[in-house]
């Protein structure tokens, strides 16, 4: 039976399709990598991997190997989960991948619910769901705003939401107030960076915003918020946080308003695993509590 460390940083490599990535995933250095899937092939007497400049490739024994170390993967996951759930007690780490807004203004917010609950659990938050991919072990759950693609995913809606248009208290006595759609062409908009913007769900409001002056832009909405919390300009953020904020004051709210979607994913295998379980039932609390805003 081979080194159960070495078999996860083997599998690392496959799915991030590199050394490096497969460090930075486990958050080792590349020259604990490299030394272990050495050994890791000098004991099986084979070839694993071809490192590449472009990453890392399996060979037809690496392929091989991969599916037999899936299996074990599965295997000492689930039986870790059951010796920590004997005696009612959840534990281990569970990584969660979020947009942004839901992970600030949602989860953060409430994440001492979960540590009292379960003190053992450890939370891990990445806040960007894009390019997270739950079949390579990237992440336990995603939170993304469009239905995921990846087949073999257990896939549920978590909730809809409202996007609206935002000024704060300042900036519309310093400019006065926003009786229609195109008094904005005469004002500033906190927007998205053009380049940044590739996915749809990102393009919701472009139209309004056309002819506007675009006079801070960011990738992070968290950066939006306070550029407009700041009096910068007006901006498009979620209602369920904005409409708390008493420094800002929600503008058009009948013309400007359009409805998403979050989405939550989970590996099939890791679904009933009672850390993952534990942490899907706290996000749908988190949700049931904002229903109102929602």
């Not at 958050?27 to 050994?39: D, F, P």
């Not at 003190?119 to 072990?137: F, G």
């Amino acid at each position: 039976m081979e080194n159960w460390d070495d078999i996860r940083i083997f599998l690392a490599v496959a799915r991030q399709g590199g050394l490096t990535s497969a460090a930075t995933s486990l958050g080792i250095n590349h020259s604990t990598v490299a030394r272990r899937l050495s050994g890791l092939e000098k004991r099986l007497r084979t070839k694993l991997v071809i490192r590449t400049p472009n990453g890392a490739m399996l060979t037809s024994a690496g392929q091989q190997f991969f599916a037999h170390a899936g299996r074990i993967e599965r295997e000492t996951l689930a039986a870790e989960q059951h010796v920590y759930s004997a005696d009612g007690t959840v534990s281990g780490k569970v990584r969660l991948a979020t947009r942004e807004a839901f992970g600030a203004w949602l989860v953060c917010p409430r994440i001492n619910l979960l540590k009292r609950r379960h003190p053992d659990l450890k939370l891990d938050l990445i806040s960007e769901a894009r390019n997270i991919s739950l079949l390579k072990r990237d992440a336990d759950i995603t939170v993304s705003l469009h239905y995921p693609s990846q087949r073999r995913v257990i896939v549920q809606k978590l909730t809809d939401y409202r996007l609206g248009l935002f000024a704060s208290h300042d900036y519309l006595r310093e400019y006065g107030p926003i009786h229609a759609v195109e008094d904005l062409k005469d004002r500033d908009v906190i927007w998205y960076v053009d380049e940044f913007v590739d996915m749809d769900e990102q393009r919701y409001m472009q139209r309004i915003i056309a002819n506007s002056r675009q006079s801070f832009c960011s990738t992070n909405i968290l950066a939006q918020y306070a550029a407009m919390a700041s009096g910068m300009g007006v901006g498009i953020i979620p209602v369920y946080h904005a409409s708390q904020d008493p420094t800002l004051v929600r503008v058009l709210p009948d013309d400007v308003e359009e409805m998403r979607t979050y989405w939550l994913s989970v590996h099939p295998e890791a679904q009933n695993l009672p850390n993952v379980r534990a942490v899907i039932d706290f996000l749908g609390e988190v949700v049931r509590e904002k229903k109102n805003l929602f």
